[in-house]
């Protein structure tokens, strides 16, 4: 199994795979740079492109993920009535984050008919394991119906309004 093989078996390595594709890029643009110039601006140039460029497919990696999280959390919740608690759930299909997993309750209803909102306490829950105790972390959020679909209503890296601004 290679080295990435392995790291994409194992939980927690969202940093691994940022500062790897950071570090690839610069390897990858110097290597390029010294192969077209040896002119040391045009080289620095093309190493922060190739840099940047590595950059921006981390975070749009990471947006998707976030994103699909978010819908999961969003789906399970519009059928809930205020008070109602239900499982939520995410396996990613491309490991670069742990699977997720928790509970989700509607604390109220913000506004029904033409825009439908909910605002929402979610849980995001860890089992135990041999070094540490289960444990839950909790969050509010607000979620929207957009058509036949409950969408996430924060603007958080997940939301494409913001773009590549976070």
Request: one cysteine or more.
């Given at each position: 199994?290679?080295?990435a093989?392995a790291c994409?078996s194992?939980?927690g390595?969202?940093h691994?795979?940022?500062?790897?594709a950071?570090?690839?890029?610069?390897?990858?643009?110097?290597?390029i740079?010294?192969?077209?110039t040896?002119?040391?601006p045009v080289?620095?140039?093309i190493g922060?492109?190739?840099?940047?460029?590595?950059k921006a497919?981390?975070?749009?990696?990471?947006?998707?993920?976030?994103?699909n999280t978010?819908?999961?959390?969003?789906s399970?919740?519009g059928?809930l009535?205020v008070?109602?608690v239900?499982?939520?759930?995410?396996?990613?299909?491309?490991p670069?984050?742990?699977?997720e997993k928790?509970r989700?309750?509607?604390s109220?209803?913000?506004s029904?008919?033409a825009?439908d909102?909910k605002?929402?306490?979610?849980?995001?829950?860890?089992?135990?394991?041999?070094?540490?105790?289960a444990?839950?972390?909790?969050?509010?959020a607000l979620?929207?119906?957009?058509?036949g679909?409950?969408?996430?209503?924060f603007?958080?890296?997940a939301t494409p309004?913001?773009?590549?601004?976070q």
């Open positions: 199994m290679t080295g093989a994409l194992l939980t390595c969202n691994l795979y940022s500062e790897g950071v570090a690839g890029a610069g390897i990858g643009g110097a290597a740079a010294n192969s077209v040896s002119n040391a080289a620095t140039g922060l492109g190739a840099v940047a460029a590595a497919g981390v975070q749009y990696s990471q947006r998707f993920i976030h994103t978010q819908d999961a959390i969003a399970v919740t059928p009535a008070g109602a239900a499982p939520w759930n995410i396996v990613h299909s491309t670069i984050e742990p699977d928790g989700v309750t509607v109220r209803v913000i029904s008919g825009l909102c605002e929402v306490v979610f849980s995001v829950d860890r089992d135990a394991t041999q070094d540490r105790p444990d839950s972390a909790f969050y509010v979620v929207c119906r957009d058509g679909k409950w969408k996430w209503a603007a958080e890296p309004r913001w773009g590549a601004l």
